[in-house]
């Protein structure tokens, strides 16, 4: 099941492929009572998501149809694995397809990433996080793939922690007066995250009690003595 904002995705993405004509070529091409069978099946190994949404797409085109998951999001899947069977009307089949493939294609392809970033650090003690760099419509479902593959989640928009970036101590004057600023301000459930660039400026974040320190823009030398520091 999906919510309502997955289902809005869902048929924002069939609008724009079928754009209230459907798909005109199987129409005229494949018989309307001709029964049709499909599988979807991995082409490599990789980790699963968007089976949920899939699903949707092919009951908005065509609720008769019936489409089986045959594993769930976060499963690994080996190339040549079935992931869901659907039976029904060939022609709805059709028209449906490419929209349930490009959720599956995408959402797969982050949680596979992920999944080869997640297993990079194991054994560190590091854990990779995304950002907000996210398809317009798709962070949700984007950051659940991130989840799924073994990452996790930074921030999810502007509204739920402070990031305090260069932008924002160029405006404040510096790091001191910007986390003042923010701790002045904030409810006390709310992180505070500061991006720093330089020693100093990472003393300063430590000295005012940041939750978060982001180093950004080091080379491996200079991470390593900064996190030393931290």
């Known amino acids: ?35 049709g069978r499909a599988v979807i099946r991995a082409r490599q190994d990789l ?25 769930v999001d976060g499963s690994r899947a080996e190339a040549e694995d079935h992931l869901a069977e659907i039976r029904g009307s060939a022609r709805s089949i059709l028209g449906a397809e490419r929209t349930m493939l490009n959720f599956i294609i995408h959402l797969s392809g982050v949680a596979t990433q992920s999944r080869r970033f997640a297993l990079a650090v194991e054994g560190t003690g590091a854990l990779v996080v995304d950002t907000r760099k996210t398809i317009p419509g798709l962070r949700t479902w984007q950051k659940k793939a ?34 003042a600023r923010v701790k002045a301000g904030r409810p006390h459930y709310i992180k505070v995250e500061v991006e720093v660039e330089s ?14 320190i982001m180093l950004d823009n080091q080379d491996p030398d200079s991470l390593r003595e900064l996190v030393q520091i931290a």
């Open 199 to 212: 020693e100093a400026d990472l003393r300063e974040a430590i000295a005012c009690a940041a939750d978060v």
């Open 146 to 179: 991130v989840v799924y593959g073994g990452c996790g989640n930074h921030r999810f928009g502007l509204f739920d922690m402070v990031l305090v970036k260069n932008n924002h101590l160029e405006t404040a004057g510096g790091v001191r007066e910007a986390l």
């Open 1 to 35: 099941m999906i919510d309502q904002a997955g289902l809005s995705l869902v048929r924002e993405a069939l609008a724009e492929d079928l754009a209230g004509y459907g798909d005109i070529t199987s129409r005229w091409t494949v018989p309307e009572d001709l029964p």
């Open 47 to 71: 980790v699963v998501c968007g089976l949920p949404l899939a699903e949707a797409v092919m009951a908005e085109v065509d609720p008769r149809v019936i489409f089986t998951p045959l594993l």
